[in-house]
């Protein structure tokens, strides 16, 4: 079946402009995950979605960063008045339930931000 | 606070011979654990996962992870290295507790086999 997709695949933004970032889950998957892959910085959690619960927002860097999940499927993070330090891989990934089920990625978007 | 180790950067071993990529973990409460691939310009493939029961877990690709309690230790292993097995690999952990699924992950170590 299909995976995860995200788009765009690359993006190449000025300092200072927002940016939206896309993702698709695979079908019937309850979770949905954003991470953010960086060379000095490694794996990190920025969001998760569970159903209808309210996400936990724990690892967004900053107010700049927000997402939402639309009818429970699509999601977007949205990346306001960016700087050269959000250049990095962010990566979308879902899962059946938030709980003991692997998470699957997709193939991320590169962010480069000049 | 949870945290993961991968305390090789890079593991170098030659084709055939068996390879270990060291995990060490720290978490309240009974861990989930997690190995996950990357191979070059491409996201994480999920190779195998730790939840509960047998300590020895079988994956994807003739990889195996065995849990440690004690140790806390979640070591990935493979008894003959492949040429195509060279890629980054990551271990991750959440804890069983909470409403979080939140991976955290280590920094991840290179295996590179030589033919």
């Known amino acids: 079946g299909a995976g995860v997709s995200q788009s765009p695949s690359n993006k190449v933004t000025e300092k200072g402009k927002d940016v939206e970032l896309r993702c698709d889950p695979i079908?019937?998957?309850?979770?949905l995950y954003w991470y953010r892959q960086s060379l000095g910085q490694g794996l990190e959690f920025l969001i998760y979605?569970?159903?209808?619960?309210?996400?936990?927002k724990s690892g967004l860097p900053s107010d700049r960063f927000s997402a939402e999940r639309t009818g429970g499927s699509v999601s977007t993070l949205t990346i306001q008045r960016t700087q050269q330090e959000d250049s990095a891989v962010y990566l979308c990934?879902?899962?059946?339930?938030?709980?003991?089920?692997?998470?699957?990625f997709g193939p991320g978007t590169r962010l480069t931000v000049t | 606070a949870q945290s993961v180790a991968q305390p090789e950067d890079q593991v170098n071993v030659a084709e055939g011979n068996p390879l270990t990529v060291k995990c060490t973990y720290s978490?309240?409460?009974?861990?989930?654990l997690f190995w996950y691939v990357q191979y070059p310009n491409r996201g994480l493939q999920f190779l195998l996962k730790?939840?509960?029961?047998?300590?020895l877990v079988k994956g994807s690709y003739g990889f195996e992870a065995e849990f440690n309690k004690s140790q806390t230790s979640f070591h990935l292993k493979k008894p003959s290295a492949l040429v195509s097995d060279s890629a980054l690999y990551f271990c991750?952990?959440?804890?069983?507790?909470?409403?979080?699924?939140?991976?955290?992950f280590g920094q991840g170590t290179t295996l590179q086999v030589k033919p």
């Open positions: 978490v309240s409460g009974n861990p989930y």
């Open positions: 991750a952990v959440r804890a069983s507790s909470g409403n979080t699924g939140k991976l955290i």
């Open positions: 730790y939840i509960t029961g047998d300590n």
């Open positions: 990934a879902s899962s059946l339930t938030g709980s003991i089920h692997e998470q699957y």
């Open positions: 979605f569970q159903g209808n619960s309210a996400p936990d």
């Open positions: 079908s019937g998957h309850t979770a």
